[in-house]
């Protein structure tokens, strides 16, 4: 059989927040293919298929800002809730 997935995390180690990282995998067969990081800003392949994807997704401008854009409303906006529920606890 085959198995895909994708897998979205963020990634922090300040308590402004001001270093948040996101990355997209996207996943085949237990196989990172092309992943998206916010700090690179733009989809990187990772196999022929993934190549292949990544340059046709980073000519698309509008898939490209709504990836960017789930810094500000994924991560930051989970992390400023986790943030106040675990770490600010004495």
């Given amino acids: ?37 916010s700090t690179v800003g733009e989809f990187v392949g990772y196999t022929e298929l993934g190549v292949f994807n990544a340059r046709k997704w980073n000519s698309d401008s509008g898939r490209l800002q709504s990836e960017s854009a789930q810094v500000e409303r994924y991560c930051k906006h989970n992390a400023e809730i986790r943030q106040a529920a675990i770490a600010d606890k004495t």
């Fill in 1 to 37: 059989g085959y198995f895909y997935s994708r897998w979205a995390k963020c990634i922090h180690s300040s308590r402004d927040l001001s270093d948040i990282v996101f990355i997209d995998n996207y996943i085949f067969n237990k196989d990172v293919f092309i992943q998206f990081n």
